[in-house]
């Protein structure tokens, strides 16, 4: 039977050019700004624009969204299984979008989800994967070359006309040796895309991701090794996709996936599903693993990296079963159910929903919930895989996301400042107040101080304005002050021993009258000597002598005197 998986995936050829994700000089650089606004765009986003991750099948409803704590851990916030009953067993979903629109809405309410923007993911049959080598072309260049559609018509060759088709693409590879690149071109029917996001509508939400469901796998397994800091997952993971659905083996290694289909046939399924016959399931385990076995020996010559257990996830409820099957046709590789909760922190009241043998099957929906980290493209990553998304309007909806989360920013930016600057204000303000009161704090006695002095200054100012008033009439006199102090000054030098003065009376002219006392005559005859023989006195004489004073002590035995003396000039 023919492969119904062979236009989807191609096993990869070891002759076939190396992803590798682009090196440090292939990115593009930015200054410490541009890096720093993204960076609080991207946070800001995150926690404004929430996301719920919707896995929809014919059987089951799966809801889940993720938040980050005040601890920066992963919480799993909502999460909800809804059963579908009444729909045929291999019916599909877009055979019955009204069924599953109504459905979707009953799980909405019972989750409580609160958010409008949806990642949901198609199934890897309704979608054209593939890497393709071109020229060496600048981003301009492919830009050009992909509106004239001149890159996909040459590159690509689909049956149907191109504009049939939601197209995503990204350049993961570029050898300037070589002077090729290598593009991620991944494309769906948009009336498929369009079905998609119509059963979304109607039941409630706004699709703003459509992903497919391998890489949404993937998003679910790198967030759980990152979240468990796993050192030996962190370059090559190995995961296997087994069920009724999709079988596949993803090799994920340095970050870009490697995707091998495994063919089942359709009586397969019934022994997938029914497991009574022990040869059957027993043959489908050696087709199953002898695809598997060469799909990771292919890998391992080619990269010459050993591959030693594989993820596996799963929705049989009897996985177990075979997965002892495969470990004993598998000898030297191990088979590991997934768990996508693994670092989650579980909320109480939603352990007993997720308390489950197998939780890999919940694997997709937990991988579009970690979708809200890149959605609106402020968190690029290495490779294009966590990027993808095929909704026709991305750009333009990416772009109001983008506007809209910006001018949040700036108007959370500028209330900020206004705030900080009314902070700064209203603290110098109180800082003000404070100092103030403090050099206030004795003002009553201040007050008093200053009214005493005021009393004070006001008998100062009378007394300076009759001092002002002398000075100026003593401006009109003529002052004889030098010649009164020279004379003085002499008659001070004059007297000897034993003699003091009593009283000294100047005329005011060109006589002056000594009057004191002296201890004996020869002390009077000495003083008027002395007087005589100085400049400015041209006489000095006895006018009259007195005889002790018996009656006070200290005069006793002392002669009294009065002596002219007349004043020459100088």
């Given at each position: ?8 995936f191609?096993?990869?050829d ?10 440090g000089g292939?990115?593009?650089k ?8 993204k960076?609080?765009?991207?946070k ?5 624009e929430?996301?719920?991750g919707?896995?929809l099948?014919t059987n089951e409803i ?5 938040s980050?704590n005040?601890s920066?851990?992963?919480?799993l ?5 809804h ?8 019916a599909t979903v877009l055979?019955?979008?009204d069924?599953?629109a109504d459905?979707?809405?009953v ?8 958010t409008s923007?949806?990642?949901?993911a198609i199934?890897?049959t309704?979608?054209?994967?593939r ?9 301009e260049?492919?830009k ?7 890159l996909?018509?040459n ?5 149907d006309?191109?504009d ?6 990204q350049?993961?590879?570029r ?7 290598d593009i991620?071109?991944?494309a769906?029917?948009?009336a498929d895309i369009n079905?998609?996001t119509?059963?979304i509508k ?8 459509i992903?497919v ?6 998003s ?6 990152q979240?468990?800091?796993?050192i030996e ?13 999709e ?8 970050n870009n996936p ?7 046939r ?6 997938l599903i ?11 385990v ?5 695809q598997?076995?060469?799909a990771v ?9 050993r ?6 996830t799963?929705?049989?409820p009897?996985?177990e ?24 922190k579980i909320?109480?009241q939603l352990e007993?929903?997720v308390?489950?043998?197998n ?6 929906v ?8 890149d ?9 294009a895989v966590?990027?993808i ?7 333009s909806?990416?772009?109001?996301k983008k ?10 930016g500028?209330v ?11 603290g ?5 107040i404070?100092?103030l009161?403090?050099?206030i ?10 009214e005493?002095n ?10 300076l ?17 030098k ?9 001070a030098?004059?007297v000897p021993k034993?003699?003091r003065f009593?009283k000294?009376?100047?005329n ?13 005559d020869q002390?009077?005859l000495k003083l ?12 000095a004489s006895l ?6 004073n ?12 009065i ?8």
């Open positions: 039977m023919k492969n119904p998986f062979a236009n989807l191609k096993k990869k070891p002759a076939a050019p190396e992803i590798t994700p682009p090196t292939e990115q593009k930015e200054n410490f700004f541009s890096k720093f606004l960076n609080r765009l991207g800001s986003t995150v926690k404004g929430e996301i719920v919707v896995d099948s799966r809801l889940a969204q993720i980050s005040k920066n851990q992963w919480v916030e909502k999460f909800y299984s059963k579908i009953e009444g729909l045929p067993e291999n055979e019955h979008p069924k599953i459905e979707l809405k799980a909405l309410q019972k989750a409580k989800i609160s923007n949806a990642a949901i199934p890897v309704s979608a054209i994967i890497v393709v080598s071109s020229p060496l072309m600048s981003d260049e492919l050009t070359a992909i509106a004239s559609d001149s996909w018509e590159l690509v060759q689909l049956t006309n191109l049939d088709y939601s197209i995503f693409h350049v993961i590879n050898d300037d040796k070589a002077n090729t690149m991620l071109f991944v769906s029917k948009l079905s998609y119509d059963i109607k039941g409630g939400l706004n699709a703003v991701i992903d469901k391998c890489f949404a796998l993937k679910a397994v790198d967030q759980v090794n979240i468990s800091g796993s997952d962190s370059n090559l993971t190995a995961v296997l996709e087994f069920g009724l659905d079988n596949y083996v993803m090799i994920l290694y340095e490697i995707i091998t289909d495994i063919f089942i359709s009586q397969d399924r019934t022994t029914e497991s009574n016959n022990q040869e059957e399931m027993d043959a489908l050696r087709r199953y693993v002898t598997v076995k060469q020996q292919d890998f391992e010559t080619k990269y010459e990296k591959i030693r257990n594989l993820k596996v799963s929705n049989l009897n996985v079963t075979y997965l002892g099957s495969f470990r004993k046709n598998l000898v030297n590789t191990g088979f590991n159910l997934f768990d996508p909760l693994d670092g989650l909320p109480a007993e929903s308390k489950l043998e939780r890999s099957y919940y694997s997709t937990l991988g579009l919930a970690f979708r809200k980290l959605v609106f493209g402020y968190y690029k990553f290495v490779t966590k990027n998304n095929l909704l026709p309007n991305r750009d909806m990416m772009a109001q506007a809209k989360a910006f001018s949040n920013f700036a108007f959370k500028i900020g400042a206004v705030s900080i600057i009314y902070i700064v204000l209203f110098l303000s109180f800082w003000q404070s100092t009161n403090n050099n704090s004795d003002y009553d006695q201040v007050l008093q101080s200053h005493l005021k009393i004070k200054v006001e008998k100062i100012s009378i007394e304005s009759k001092l002002n008033k002398s000075l100026e009439l003593s401006k009109s006199i003529q002052s004889n002050k010649i009164s102090f020279r004379v003085l000054a002499q008659i030098s004059a034993r003699v009593l000294i009376d100047y005011g002219s060109n006589q002056i009258i000594i009057e004191g006392m002296a201890a004996s002390d009077i008027i000597s002395n007087l005589n023989s100085k400049k400015l006195i041209s006489q006018a009259s002598m007195m005889l002790p018996n009656s006070a002590a200290n005069t006793r035995n002392m002669k009294g005197f002596i002219a003396c007349k004043l020459g000039k100088a």
